[in-house]
């Protein structure tokens, strides 16, 4: 990482899937409240982290980089502290990292980072 490259780290502990639904329903068709209307619960945050590297460094050719770790099974994570507070729940996952510091918790939104990024470099 040079000095003029923005660092954002993606921290998941993915849960399990319980079955066919991902409520545990076993699909029997009620309605998921909010997630019908999300294009994108059903799609894994790992594959989410992928298309966000894509989009920043779409915008920010050559500043940005982008990383997952999924504390649960990343060989780092029982030594990060994010770990601890993902597993706590004093934050709901995933957690956005930008250069070190905690930005975002709870979901993965491509605009805000993108903003925030774009502040760091000095570009909007």
């Not at 849960?15 to 068709?29: M, Q, T, V, Y």
């Not at 594959?47 to 980089?65: C, I, S, Y």
Request: charged share 15%; hydrophobic share 35%.
């Amino acid at each position: 990482m040079t000095p003029d490259t923005v660092q954002v780290v993606i921290y998941d502990t993915p849960a399990a899937p319980a079955s066919a639904c991902a409520c545990g329903c076993s699909g029997h068709g009620h309605d998921h409240h909010g997630a019908g209307g999300d294009p994108l619960a059903g799609v894994s945050l790992e594959m989410q982290t992928k298309a966000l590297a894509l989009t920043l460094n779409r915008a920010f050719p050559g500043r940005v980089e982008v990383s997952y770790i999924n504390v649960l099974t990343d060989p780092r994570g029982p030594g990060l502290p994010q770990t601890e507070l993902l597993k706590s729940q004093t934050f709901p996952a995933p957690l956005v990292y930008i250069n070190g510091q905690g930005r975002f918790a709870g979901a993965l939104v491509p605009e805000r980072i993108r903003e925030e990024v774009g502040k760091i470099l000095g570009e909007q």
